[in-house]
């Protein structure tokens, strides 16, 4: 059974530039997060999609975006790059929103350098 | 926002050596999880825990959730070398949005 995809696996940017990253769930998940992995720390919550609407947000600056499609599939869009958001950006997709034992299962994530 | 205390920050053991480390919160969380990570990968899930005062094992591994349910621990028996990698905590809440340790980076020496 395929797990969470994520591409592109790398991508390099310079600062200024926007960047589009997306991810497929597993399949029958219809529930997807987003989280930024700053090197040396763990994951911070970005954005949580489920059945195309937004359901949560962390504390990121409104140039991250993002959208779910009807195949549960996300896109995470981040607009007017600063060096500081390199970051490996994670993809998780869980079972539906709310109640317990809807554990997210993370991708391999996509590395992002802005120079 | 609720922050997450993970220590140690880093273990260096010897084969066979048991491993334990924790978690603690100021909030409360629903569920705890345990993830271990690889350079250049994505988390992958050890254990999760959706009851205060609940014990889980998976294979050598054994988690517990807090009573207060602000504080979890991971231990490791028996370690071999492919136990090294990065272990993170998380305390997730029922929307989904889920909060991580800074991790403890675990090395084994044959």
């Known amino acids: 059974d395929a797990g969470v995809t994520q591409s592109p696996t790398h991508l390099i940017k310079t600062r200024g530039q926007q960047v589009t990253l997306r991810c497929s769930p597993i399949?029958?998940?219809?529930?997807v997060s987003w989280y930024q992995q700053v090197l040396g720390q763990g994951p911070q919550f970005i954005f949580q999609y489920y059945e195309k609407e937004e359901r949560g947000r962390g504390n990121f600056p409104d140039r991250f975006s993002a959208r779910q499609f009807p195949n549960y599939s996300s896109e995470l869009n981040v607009n007017a790059l600063l060096l500081g958001d390199s970051a490996l950006y994670l993809c998780a997709s869980s079972l539906p929103s709310g109640g317990a034992r809807n554990e997210q299962f993370f991708g391999p994530g996509t590395r992002l350098t802005v120079l | 926002g609720q922050q997450l205390n993970q220590s140690p920050q880093s273990m260096f053991i010897q084969e066979g050596e048991d491993v334990s480390m924790n978690c603690t919160s100021s909030s409360i969380f629903n569920t705890w999880l345990w993830y271990k990570q690889d350079p250049g990968e994505g988390p992958v899930l050890l254990i999760a825990?959706?009851?205060?005062?609940e014990l889980t094992s998976n294979g050598r591994l054994t988690a517990q959730f807090g009573i207060t349910r602000k504080d979890s621990f991971l231990n490791i028996s028996a370690s071999i070398p492919s136990d090294v990698g990065i272990y993170f905590c998380?305390?997730?809440?029922?929307?989904?949005?889920?909060?991580f340790g800074a991790g403890t980076r675990l090395t084994v020496k044959p």
């Open positions: 399949s029958g998940h219809k529930s």
């Open positions: 825990l959706y009851k205060a005062g």
């Open positions: 998380a305390g997730q809440l029922y929307n989904n949005d889920m909060r």
